[in-house]
């Protein structure tokens, strides 16, 4: 499986806007990778984008990834959701003002986040609903697993209180690779 991970820094971005710290100042110069964005992972063999913090579209801009079919979230904390709009960014032809069917995003959700999802809001009610309406993304809702062509992904849950959240497993010709939500890197022991 071939993984890129597109921002690591947690919900604090690196440099902090205004800071002088030692560190913050070290970042400003010296750019990627002191430089560092909120959390998010991408799945080549998939196209799938995990998490999208505010700094998404700079972040996808910034790699190698040239198209995004799947997306799904870990958790619904600000810092892995704030870039949603990014699927407006992929689908819409602003001359048209309507999305390109060809560049729809599946948005792949444990059955456990469909409810709280509903609750991100905008001016236009439900910010899933609405982005579902105007074409930019296909909400595919699932128990336990997933199959994705030749990628099974596997949401398991972590007891965070009353917030769900999930760590991933993805699994594809004997190798498994696992996405942990709250540390926003690999578990030890994960092949890679």
Sequence with gaps: MK???LGSGGCMVIPKPLCRCRVCR???ERGVPY???GPAAFLHDINLLIDTPAEIVSLLNRSSVDRVDYLTFTHLDPDHVEGLRVVE?????FRTWRAYPEKQV???LPQQLSKDIREIRSRYGSLIDFYRESGFIRLTLFQDDVQIGDVRITAIPVDRGSQPAFV???EKSGRRVVKDSLQHQALP???R
């Design 3 to 5: 993984w890129t991970i």
């Design 26 to 28: 070290e970042a400003r």
């Design 89 to 93: 960014q992929i689908a819409l032809d």
């Design 106 to 108: 599946r948005l792949l």
């Design 35 to 37: 430089a560092r964005a």
């Design 168 to 170: 991933y497993a993805f």
């Design 189 to 191: 022991g994960a092949s």
